[in-house]
């Protein structure tokens, strides 16, 4: 199985701005210290392995989409954030190659910032797509439709050319989506959310659980989520805030922060994390920062067996 972010940053997107790109590289500059490089292949791999990664990188600005790749079949794809757009041109790419035109949707919930990718997801606009839409909520049509109505947006949804189903999922029931079984928890977030648990037929296992509040001194009853999260080979997980805010001025936002995520998953014997979902208002050098005290925080708090903590970028790909 192959977990791609396509996007991978919370509430609003965001771009890298002009200042931003030059710090970092003066950063490189400096830190090269008059090293000289045969050719651009050369200076890549210097970035790659001797600088941070917010000093040579970014993660990214694009709002929630994931790809669950299991190698065969349907494309399954978690939210359809601003990333959604470009997953669509990715996958069609991937389709004048064979593979078949149908993608299976699995939304965590309706909120602006995880449905805005679909009115620019280009497979939609191509007859002979299949688009299977599947999510806890009743309403999701609803909350497609409305952001195309004429006010928001110039192409209405029934303009799209795909064949588009709406399915909405029960919590505590298995789904089939060719070799992969799908399940999902609710979670407390505004209007809720839902966490998905993907199982592919060599039993790999990736949670997909975003927007969602767990709450630092109410951790015993999150028995349910610590069940849902259960040895899974990686679990994607809200880590919006630092502890520190999500405790004082932001709880009752819905999110959480990258402490209480390390604590669900260790208790869940869960083998990866990846923070996700990050504050727009975040630098690159303050998520790695969340990054490397996330990372502290598992070994100081491991009890047996550890957990790797990874950090969610725009184009990361994790293997499992
Ligand atoms: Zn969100
Ligand atoms: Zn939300």
């Known amino acids: 199985m192959q977990v791609r972010f396509w996007g991978t940053r919370g509430s609003l997107p965001v771009a890298a701005k002009a200042a931003t790109v030059r710090d970092k590289v003066a950063t490189a500059l400096v830190a090269a210290d008059g090293r000289r490089f045969?050719?651009?292949?050369?200076?890549r791999v210097y970035l790659e392995t001797e600088l941070d990664f917010a000093a040579a990188h970014t993660y990214g600005g694009a709002t929630s989409c994931v790809e669950i790749d299991v190698g065969e079949g349907a494309f399954i794809v978690c939210d359809m954030g601003s990333g959604l757009r470009e997953f669509g041109l990715d996958s069609l790419g991937r389709c004048a190659g064979g593979h078949?035109?149908?993608?299976?949707?699995?939304?965590?919930h309706l909120h602006w910032d995880h449905i805005m990718g679909f009115p620019f997801f280009v497979p939609a606009f191509v007859p002979g797509s299949k688009i299977v839409i599947h999510a806890g909520h009743a309403d999701a049509e609803t909350a497609l439709r409305r952001q195309q109505e004429e006010i928001s947006f110039p192409?209405?949804?029934?303009?799209?050319?795909?064949?588009?189903e709406f399915r909405t999922l029960v919590p505590g029931q298995d789904y089939a989506i060719g070799a992969v079984t799908v399940?999902?928890?609710?979670?407390?977030?505004s209007h809720l959310?839902?966490?998905?648990?993907?199982?592919?037929?060599?039993?790999?296992?990736?949670?997909?659980s975003t927007d969602s509040e767990h709450k630092i001194d109410r951790m015993e009853g999150e028995a349910d989520v610590v069940a849902f999260f259960g040895g899974a080979d990686l679990v994607v997980c809200d880590t919006m805030y630092s502890l520190a805010d999500s405790v004082s001025m932001k709880e009752d936002w819905g999110h959480s922060s990258n402490i209480v995520a390390v604590d669900l998953c260790h208790e869940a014997a869960a083998k990866r994390l990846a923070?996700?979902?990050?504050?727009?208002?975040?630098?690159?050098?303050?998520?790695?920062?969340?990054?490397?005290?996330?990372i502290r925080y598992e070994e100081l708090t491991r009890g047996a067996a550890p957990l790797e903590v990874l950090c969610a970028?725009?184009?990361?790909?994790?293997?499992i």
């Open 38 to 43: 045969a050719d651009e292949a050369e200076a």
């Open 100 to 108: 078949t035109r149908e993608w299976h949707f699995f939304l965590s």
């Open 155 to 164: 192409v209405p949804f029934d303009w799209l050319k795909a064949d588009i």
């Open 183 to 189: 399940s999902l928890i609710e979670q407390h977030h």
């Open 193 to 208: 959310s839902y966490g998905y648990r993907f199982r592919d037929a060599a039993a790999k296992v990736a949670v997909y």
């Open 275 to 294: 923070l996700f979902h990050h504050e727009p208002t975040y630098s690159d050098a303050d998520i790695e920062r969340m990054h490397r005290e996330s």
């Open 313 to 319: 970028y725009d184009g990361l790909v994790v293997e």
